[in-house]
Nanobody, 123 residues
């Protein structure tokens, strides 16, 4: 499954962006999806994840209450709604599909990654 992210950009502190992750195949509904981010000089971080049927999701503490992960399996697309953005949210954001329907917190459980979309938040 090929994943393609879009929706990144430059935004001021307090602004919002909606990232999209579109899959090339209908089988995306079989997989959990995670959104990761990597800032320069830092390790990749799992920001949010969602089960294949959207019955459960996860958020890292730094984004709870500000980010929302959703999916539309009919459109083979996942979203990351990001509100109240802060400079520390600046990173390359990538979506990745898991090995099955349930999300994992372990990065190695996501073998298939997109190229990423850059998010830059200015103060």
């Amino acid at each position: 499954v090929q994943l393609v992210e879009s929706g990144g950009g430059l935004v001021q502190t307090g602004g919002s962006l909606r990232l999209s992750c579109t899959a090339s195949e209908d089988r995306i509904d079989e997989y959990a999806i995670g959104w990761f981010r990597q800032a320069p000089g830092k390790a990749s971080e799992l920001v949010a994840a969602i089960n294949s049927n959207a019955d459960n999701s996860y958020y890292t503490d730094a984004v709870k209450g500000r980010f929302t992960i959703t999916r539309d399996n009919d459109l083979n697309t996942l979203y990351l709604e990001m509100n109240d953005l802060r400079p520390e949210d600046t990173a390359l954001y990538s979506c990745a599909s898991g090995q099955g329907p349930l999300f994992s917190l372990a990065p190695h459980s996501y073998p298939n990654w997109g190229q990423g979309t850059q998010v830059t938040v200015t103060s």
